[in-house]
């Protein structure tokens, strides 16, 4: 018995030692296992957070395709002739404002400086003048609304090495940071003329490539964003309309008189400084105006930008715009004209088109503090 008993007893040490190493390994492999499993779900996590915000990025972006950008305003058409004040539409043309870069006064021999701060102070001025012009140098007539073209390069963008060594804000951010300085003036110009029309076409700064886009080149650029993104937060404002189409340029009708704007970067500058680029925007008007017959989509106007040389040549179909930017250091390098940093403003009456013309002078250097 006792021999039995003492074997017993040994035999069921020897099992509980192995049980309970046994229980140490299952243990072991359940922590293990309870390890890997938090990091598969600590991944699958970081999946689901990518996905879900990719998910809302999709759905921002269709908000903005969403957004009123092809609406055409009824207050423009074409009008009958009434007794009493003429009728008229302010085109107040914004372009070329290159938000972001920066020229160092140091560079430019103390003629032109501009930065953000500079930027917001010249935008304000330009909305500012705008109506300030409206309303006491052109008398006789009664607004009915205001077109408000913004033709391009609203951004520096980085197609030159140069601009993203020396620009002060990156594009997104510059995007950011200029919304509510247009958002602040379109309210301005919309409680003050009752009706504002906004049309969009992109620049060749504002691109997301090196080389210039021929296809998708508004879908690529930094300007179309702008404006879509304000069309998405301003959406829905009576007497408020938009259109950014997805070509490279924008027509608009006032009283019948068709406008056609484009950036003009595909308009190749040739000839001599002397001539400014009034010959290569001649020639590249009279060759869009026959592609435009071609098309049977006429125009009789034409504004572009780029050139950042104010020429408001009505008469010839041509109304060039300056810069906000205003002189710069490519300029002066090139002994271009130098002129201040303007924009242009239309006077269009239904029976006469474009029947005045004025620059916007946007800079002011007491006001600027430098």
Known sequence: MNESG????ALSAEERKLTEEALRRDNYDLGHKAEEAERKAATLKVVADEKETALQEAYRELSLYKAPKGRKPRWALAKKKETGPERATIIAFLSDTHYGEVVRAEEMGDYN????????????????????ASRKYIG????????????????????????????ELTTYDTILAVLPWLEYGIANLLEVFGKVHVVSAPGNHGRDSKKPRHKLRAAHNADTLLS????????????????????????FDVYGHVFSMEHGDNFRFSGTSEIGAYGPVKRGTLRKSRQRQGENRPFEYLL??????????????????????????????????????Q???????????????LPIIVQDRMKEGW
Not at 316 to 340: L, T
């Open 6 to 9: 003492g074997f017993s007893e």
């Open 304 to 341: 572009v930008g780029h050139f950042h040389q104010y020429i408001p040549a009505w008469t010839q179909g041509i109304i060039m715009n300056g810069s906000v930017k205003g002189y710069d250091e490519y300029a002066q390098s090139w002994k271009f004209s130098v002129e201040p940093a």
């Open 228 to 251: 879509r993104l304000l069309a998405f937060h301003m959406q829905g404002i009576d007497g408020l309309t938009f259109d950014i189409p997805e070509a490279m340029d924008v027509d």
């Open 343 to 357: 924009q242009g403003l239309l006077v269009v009456t239904p029976d006469k088109g474009v029947a005045q013309a």
């Open 140 to 167: 006789g007539v009664e607004y009915d609304g205001i077109v408000l073209p913004l033709g391009g390069d609203l951004v520096s963008g980085t197609i030159h090495e140069e601009l993203s060594e020396t620009n």
């Open 113 to 132: 400086k501009y930065n953000m701060s500079i930027a917001e102070i010249r935008t304000k001025a330009f909305f500012e003048k705008v109506i300030s």
